[in-house]
């Protein structure tokens, strides 16, 4: 659902039907734009389209973390997708940008819930050697969730006038069907019912105060590495080419249908990549795998954006050969974030908490990337605008910041047992050991 939205958002937001229909004045200029002008999206309501779910989706982690304490996992993840049916009904009728952005809201909620619960649930079910490739199951079906948005959209764009709204719409099927499962037969009830009597027995027995506990030494490594983890992961800039890619690439000059078929080519390559990660994270451990696609990103995004800066800006249109590279170095970039930052931001915050905290301390994980998700969604057109392709070398600064809190701050956590964090890695890191 959280991926199926990332690519659905993007590509509503340049069709002209959804355009003509709740933001006549961005299509006026879309019309009157040149094909490469940076600035034709450039609207703040336009971008709060997409961003007010993710606003909504970090205030929601935090009641989704007491839920996901008092009721249980599997509770909570069942009122996400009640959420989000809700959510993708009402935006799919929508009459008016009130409707609109109120259904945004509460798919919003959906997405705080499901993300703080689903990737805590895999993390604490793994066995222990498996534990990273089970928790990047997340990441991949958030990865396959993009990848079926773009074909969705690809589709969808020819039909007219309605066709925004299937797309937005279609996001209630995966949830419905997983919510009418759940509620299916009585036949099921009991063993149900024990379950979570048996979870609300075992959260009576966590201590409370969680808040507090934060602070201990034993929360507060997790928390600044989860915090900035997620801080870092979308400062790597892949939202600009998630949310963005089909706008990207056309103001790049591609035309309209090449624009959307690139983006699919980097659907392909993000869903794959994924699959290494799966493969990798258990074996290699998680610091090479971030460190090594540091370098890969850099690499890539300052390459974009020396061929942008110098042929783009100066003659207005990208050759053919130009225009191939730059489709393959966002494939470089892409590949190097789906294999590290993009699953690792949510393997490492779940696997680093002790018990008391854990539900708490990663809703602060989530709500930090839902914040700068939604930060990025909602400034990279006006950044476009402003910065014009220099806006890969800012992103090139910020890879080169968060390599190095790697290298420095980041423990190896392959293979620890989750409950053994405090003496097996902080106590034994140069730099966390002086809180204990
Ligand atoms: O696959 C890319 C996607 O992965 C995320 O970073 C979530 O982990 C999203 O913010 C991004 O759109």
């Given amino acids: 659902m959280f991926g199926y939205d990332i690519g659905i958002s993007r590509g509503v937001s340049a069709m002209d039907d959804f355009l003509i229909k709740f933001f006549p004045h961005v299509y006026q200029t879309k019309l009157h734009a040149k094909e490469n002008n940076y600035c034709k999206y450039d609207n703040w309501l336009l ?234 994270v258990d074996k290699v451990g998680r610091r090479k795998l971030l460190l090594q696609a540091c370098c890969q990103m850099l690499i890539s995004q300052l390459a974009i954006g020396t061929i942008l800066v110098t042929s783009l800006l100066e003659t207005g249109t990208l050759n053919r050969t130009l225009a191939t590279i730059v489709v393959l170095l966002v494939c470089t970039y892409v590949m190097s974030f789906a294999w590290s930052w993009g699953p690792l931001g949510w393997l490492i915050p779940s696997e680093t908490f002790p018990l008391e905290t854990r539900t708490t301390g990663f809703a602060f994980a989530v709500s930090t990337n839902m914040l700068f998700t939604s930060i990025i969604a909602q400034l990279f057109l006006t950044m476009l605008c402003t910065m014009k392709a220099y806006i890969f070398f800012f992103f090139s600064g910020w890879i080169v910041v968060m390599g190095l809190f790697v290298y420095f701050f980041l423990p190896e956590t392959k293979g620890v047992p989750i409950d053994s964090m405090v003496e097996r890695v902080w106590m034994q890191h140069p730099i966390w050991k002086r809180l204990f």
């Fill in 47 to 280: 971008q709060l389209f997409t961003s007010s779910l993710y606003i909504s989706a970090l205030f929601a982690s935090f009641f989704a973390s007491k839920a996901a304490t008092k009721l249980g996992r599997k509770i909570t993840i069942l009122i996400a997708s009640i959420f989000f049916i809700v959510g993708a009904v009402l935006s799919a009728v929508a009459e008016n940008k009130l409707m609109l952005i109120f259904g945004r809201i509460l798919f919003g909620v959906g997405v705080g819930f499901g993300n703080e619960t689903v990737p805590l649930f895999l993390t604490e079910v793994a066995p222990i050697q498996h534990r990273g490739a089970v928790n990047i199951m997340f990441q991949l079906f958030v990865t396959i969730g993009i990848f079926i948005a773009n074909f969705v959209n690809y589709g969808t764009s020819m039909i007219h006038p309605n066709g925004w709204r299937m797309s937005l719409g279609f996001a209630a099927i995966p949830a419905g069907k997983s919510t009418l499962v759940k509620i299916r037969g009585v036949s099921d009830v009991e063993a149900e019912y024990k379950e979570i009597v048996a979870a609300c027995e075992q959260a009576k027995q966590v201590k409370q105060h969680s808040l507090k506990n934060l602070l201990k030494p034993a929360s507060i490594p997790p928390l600044v590495i989860g915090v900035l983890l997620q801080v870092f992961q979308q400062f790597t800039g892949i939202n600009a080419i998630m949310f963005y890619a089909p706008v990207l690439f056309q103001t790049m000059g591609f035309k309209a249908n090449a624009s959307l078929l690139s983006s699919v080519i980097t659907g392909i390559v993000n869903v794959g990549s994924t699959f290494v990660s799966i493969y990798l």
